[in-house]
């Protein structure tokens, strides 16, 4: 008799591997064709398409018009529809945050196939979909915004009712009134609040490189009812992804006490300058700094 083991583990890495990508997936595109009489357009081809990851999903309209693409990952995506008799509809640059439920409706005219209707996509003003209270802090705030030792979690008090009780990491960060131990961590759909015990210890609990940081949503009230574990705030940190084209990052820090301001307790005569060896020395580690930094990217 042949043991089951074997397949038992197999199938059981199958799914370790699988569940971070499906978890991470929680954003969607929907929306509603119709005609210039505002009836309902069926059985329309809507294609969807990332030019960064290759991704491409096709599905037909229903019979009252509707379509949806659900679980797509963070990105921007073009979403083209075409139907016989009408001018194809193309909305371009449309971009997906993690959790976010973006509704793109469309308004066929009557036409030629090769004539097509192009839209640029521009930011949803209001989330009709659900009353969550949240904030996504994007990949631009990140590599921007000056933090004080590069931890990603001084961010979260961008979000509203976030209150800042110390030195602005994981555990010195409440919000709404809600203790420390109740926000809820996440990282690619992974729940991270138990890495360290919360009660004992003080350090960052999601200890993650902001390079590797594609965005997070900090969630502080009334989320939906796929998030939960903690009564608190729901923080979803997203990885950055693989694309079609070569892309990294780097970055050259220097904490040197020839950079440092004077202090509010310095005399009111300015220290002189640092002598030429000094100098010549600071000029050598900054020049070593940066050929390593080349050499490793």
Known sequence: MRSAAPCFCVLFLFLISSCPAVAQDRASINGTVIDSSGGAVVNADVDLRSEATGLHRTTRTSSSGYYEFPALAVGRYTVTINKDA???FQVREIDLQFAQTRTVDATLQ??????????????EALN????????VVDTTQIEELPISGR????LMLLAQGAINYGDGAQRSIRFSGHSLDDSNFTFDGIDTSGVQEQTQKADTRLNIAMDSIAEFRVS?????AETGAAGGAQINVVSKS???????????AIRDDALDSRSPFDGSEIPPLPSEPVRREF????DQGQGLLLRQL
């Open 151 to 154: 931890n990603w979690a001084s």
């Open 242 to 252: 693989g694309t079609n084209a070569y892309h990294g990052s780097g970055f050259y």
């Open 86 to 88: 009408f001018r194809p």
């Open 283 to 286: 000029r050598r580690a900054r």
């Open 110 to 123: 009557v036409g030629s196939t090769s004539d097509t209707v192009d839209v640029i996509a521009s930011v």
């Open 220 to 224: 502080t009230s009334v989320y939906t």
């Open 128 to 135: 009709t979909t659900n009353a969550e209270v949240g904030t």
